[in-house]
């Protein structure tokens, strides 16, 4: 995510409408509940899907187990990543031009 960038302006100076744009920085109780919907979604994504997992994985034997964590842990990376894409988008926080 980009950390908003506040240089010391002498004569307390205006601010460009770049650095106003980002002058309601990203709390970090808002990654908090990004983080709790993905792992949510994750578990609903993953308990309707945990046979066909278990499934998959069966021809691994000792490490399906392992197979099963690595699965869970990126599913719920990747959703938390699109929770955050989402809530920035829907902030007006998400800007793509320099």
């Known amino acids: 995510m980009l950390t908003p960038y506040k240089p010391e302006r002498p004569n307390g100076g205006a601010q460009t409408p770049t650095e106003q744009r980002f002058v309601g920085a990203v709390e970090a109780v808002e990654h908090c509940l990004c983080g709790i919907v993905g792992l949510v979604l994750t578990g609903v994504i993953l308990g309707l899907s945990y046979s066909t997992l278990v499934a998959v994985t069966e021809p691994l034997y000792v490490l399906s187990s392992t197979a099963l964590v690595a699965i869970a842990s990126s599913v ?23």
């Open 76 to 98: 719920w990376l990747l959703t938390w990543l699109g929770v955050e894409f989402v809530w920035e988008y829907r902030s007006g926080r998400l800007v793509t031009e320099t």
